[in-house]
């Protein structure tokens, strides 16, 4: 009875091993595709029954690769909507990692070029003041534990081989690749982030239109969420790293042109995009 359990024991570790061993390669995959400025590969095509704890597991072996010896810039939410969440048949919205790297200049052009296919959301930032280590209880907690709030231009990068699965997005880091952060306000007690409204122009033309709501209903309840979700998968929030919680609106292909996004009083992002 004992070598029989003795023998269970191993087959299973030497499963979750070839498991693991396996996430690690997938990891590698999606690795070298960013460094070699390719198209996002599909881990669903050869591994179809992948779970989503799985597909998170390749995810942060993917993004420490990218990291090397940096920390995150912070994190992300994305598919905050319910449509977006049926679209890839999920009931939660999703989690990634923001790099130090893709803090672009409003200033500078972005070129199209050096990515495989952008897109643009309006959304809000929160900047954290004191390190979170372990989960919070409310929304007001969450509230103390950050310094400024401020608009934010992410740049998601879904260049896919294909269309991707639910599990794609995740290993992929949910897009991440670029943002532009608008200018802070820490007088922001007073202020309903629900009811703050972007529009998005490309040359005068409107794109989009949003409002804090749009991110799980309420972006102090989104921002406590992606908090615990983050602290949950092992990470740590530390002063200076901040939280995007969202697209306010829609997401928007990313194309050559002249944008403004008017944050109300949070105010203006101006940037431009060239081939």
Known sequence: MKLLKYLILCLTLATHLELF??????????????RHHQNISLISASHPNLSIEQAYIIQKNYVRKRLADKKPAGFKAGLTTKALQQKFTLDQALTGVLFQNGHLN????IKLSEFQKLMLETELGFEIDKTIKSPLTNTSEFKQHIKTIFPVIEI?????????QSIDIIAANVGSAAFIKGKSLSDFENLDLNTLQVTLTQDGKVL???????????????????VNTVIAQGWRLEPGQFLITGAMGKMIPANIGNYQADFGILGKITFSIEP
């Open 106 to 109: 409003p200033n500078q052009p």
């Open 208 to 226: 989009n239109r949003g409002q804090g709501s749009d991110t799980l209903g309420n972006q102090w309840q989104a921002g406590l969420w992606l």
């Open 156 to 164: 998601p990068d879904l260049g896919f081989v294909s269309k991707p």
């Open 21 to 34: 061993a396996g996430e690690i390669e997938l990891a590698e995959q999606l690795f070298q595709n960013y």
